[in-house]
C-alpha cells in the first residue's frame, strides 16, 4: 500500500500589505511542501461533487501552480495519490477510536462518547469522510480496495477495544467482530446522512446525533443476552 505520512501543515502569513495574499496551496508552496498541497488541493476538488476517477492530474496540478510533470516527484500516478487520500482520511476517523478509549465506564458513556466524537469529525474532517463515502462504492477499484481494507482494520480494532470491556470479556472473537461490524454500518450510515443534510443544518446535526446514540444502544442492547451458536 502507498504509504505517505506528511509534514504537519504551516501556512505562511503575509503580513506586507504591498504583498498580495497567495491562496492556501500557494503559500504551501512556499514551504516546499508539495505533496501536502496536492493532497489538500485534491480533496477541495473532490468535494465539487466530482469524483475520483473524475480528478485529472492536469487539473490538479493547475490548481496547485505545478507543472503537471511535477506530480510525479511526488506520487507514482493518480491512483497512488488516491491512496494516499485513503490514509489520511482514516487518520481522522480514528480519532474516534482513541476518544472512545478514554470513557469506557458503561455502555450509555462509550456509545455517548462514539456518537459526539464522530460528529465532532466529521464536521472538522468533512472533505475526508465525503471522499470516503463517495469512493468505498467508487470508479477507482485500487481505491475502494483501499476503503474496504481500512474499514475491517477499523472494525478489527474496534473488536479488539470491545473485548476489553468488562461485561464483553467472555464473549468470542467472531461476536465481537459482527458486533463491530454492526456499530460501524451504523456509523457509516449515519455520516452518510449528515453529508446529505448539509453542513449548516444544525438542527439537522443534533437530530442525527440522538437517533446515532438509540441505534447503537439498540444494537446493545442484546449483548446481555447474547449466546454464540444461537
Not at 468488562?166 to 463491530?180: E, F, G, I, V
Request: charged fraction near 30%.
Amino acid at each position: 500500500m502507498w504509504s505517505f505520512s506528511p509534514a504537519p501543515i504551516t501556512l505562511v502569513h503575509m503580513t506586507d500589505p504591498a504583498v498580495p495574499e497567495l491562496p492556501p496551496s500557494r503559500r504551501l508552496l512556499r514551504r516546499g511542501n508539495t505533496a501536502r498541497t496536492l493532497i489538500e488541493a485534491a480533496f477541495k476538488l473532490l468535494d465539487r461533487n466530482k469524483s475520483f476517477d473524475a480528478l485529472s492530474q492536469r487539473e490538479l496540478t493547475r490548481e496547485v501552480g505545478i507543472v503537471p510533470t511535477a506530480f510525479y516527484r511526488h506520487f507514482p500516478g493518480m491512483e497512488a495519490l488516491g491512496l494516499a487520500l485513503v490514509e489520511d482520511s482514516f487518520r481522522a476517523l480514528r480519532e474516534i477510536l482513541d476518544d472512545m478509549r478514554k470513557d469506557v465506564r458503561s455502555t450509555d458513556s462509550l456509545i455517548s462518547t462514539m456518537v459526539k466524537s464522530l460528529v465532532r469529525n466529521v464536521r472538522e474532517h468533512r472533505q475526508r469522510f465525503r471522499f470516503i463515502a463517495a469512493e468505498r462504492h467508487g470508479g477507482n477499484a485500487g481505491v475502494r480496495e483501499a476503503i474496504r481494507r481500512e474499514l475491517r482494520l477499523f472494525q478489527s480494532e474496534l473488536a479488539t477495544d470491545l473485548a476489553r470491556l468488562p461485561y464483553l470479556k467472555d464473549w468470542s472473537t467472531p461476536d465481537l467482530h459482527m458486533l463491530a461490524s454492526l456499530m460501524v454500518n451504523a456509523m457509516v450510515a449515519i455520516v452518510e446522512e449528515i453529508l446529505d443534510r448539509g453542513r449548516s443544518d444544525k438542527n439537522a446535526e443534533r437530530e442525527l446525533t440522538e437517533l446515532a446514540e438509540k441505534q447503537l444502544r439498540l444494537i446493545v442492547l442484546g449483548v446481555p443476552h447474547w449466546r454464540s451458536g444461537r
